[in-house]
């Protein structure tokens, strides 16, 4: 099941960007602008 | 007007936590979802393509909608959301062609084609890189926001076509699953389940995203007002 791989790549990265953003947010929110 | 302090409100709180939720269960099932016929696991990469393409085509309407208030009413708040709007959707779309590209590679041989769908994509994220060029370019705030309402407004006309794309030059790219113009679902409600939910999850995601962008857009405007 090599293709596996590329299925994990998928969610690892939907889910960073997901997660990461979110704290991007969070944090210009908390400074205010 | 009434003077909202910075921080994280009760309703972008909920959205946020309602998202994640609903991610979470999303998640859950689609690794519960049985392996496709032909295309085994690699079928679960779609449940969050199609999630995501689904969130990024509703983020550029949206844009779109936000510039054309702005166009009538004038108000700089339609402007900061439309532009908010533009930039989840482009993050969106480029989630939306990794997950696609990772599906292609194994699938198709390729990562990328330049077939109907793919290219009228490749248009949608120029059209949405050129409307922050647009942005970068202007410093006259209102200048700018009319500028950048005209280049929001012209993305929607390409929406329809992309998302016609599979059916009007049938090429490599499948059409949709959940067909909304014929009122099909070519899918087992195993597989539609996992889909549904994380197609819910991205839109909550993305209402909530907006609205911390078009919060943290408006803190700034503020900001800049106040410190030039």
Do not use: C
């Amino acid at each position: 099941m090599g293709n596996q791989v590329f299925v994990w790549v998928v969610y690892l990265t939907t889910y960073g960007f997901l997660l990461g953003y979110t704290a991007y947010l969070l944090y210009r929110l908390g400074r205010g602008r | 007007m009434r003077r909202e302090r910075p921080g994280l409100d009760p309703l972008s709180a909920t959205l946020l936590g309602a998202g994640y939720l609903l991610l979470l269960i999303g998640f859950y099932y689609a690794m519960k979802a049985p392996p496709d016929v032909d295309q085994g696991y690699l079928v679960r990469i779609l449940y969050v393509h199609v999630a995501a393409a689904w969130t990024g085509y509703l983020a550029f309407i949206v844009a779109g909608i936000y510039a054309l208030l702005y166009l009538i009413k004038g108000h700089p708040a339609y402007d900061r959301l439309s532009a908010a709007s533009a930039e989840i959707g482009l993050w969106l779309s480029l989630l939306m062609v990794i997950g696609g590209m990772m599906w292609a590679r194994p699938t198709w041989g390729v990562y990328w084609v330049w077939e109907p769908r793919l290219t009228s994509v490749a248009v949608m994220i120029a059209i949405y890189v050129g409307y922050f060029l647009v942005r970068q370019a202007i410093e006259d705030p209102e200048m700018r926001a009319k500028a950048a309402a005209a280049v929001a407004i012209l993305g929607v006309i390409n929406i329809p076509i992309t998302y016609m794309s599979v059916y009007w030059w049938r090429s490599i790219h499948q059409t949709a699953t959940i067909d909304v113009i014929n009122r099909k679902t070519h899918m087992p409600p195993e597989m539609l389940i996992p889909l549904l939910v994380n197609l819910f999850a991205f839109t909550v995601l993305y209402a909530a995203f907006l609205r911390l962008k078009g919060r943290i857009a408006a803190f700034e405007a503020r900001w800049e007002e106040h410190h030039g």
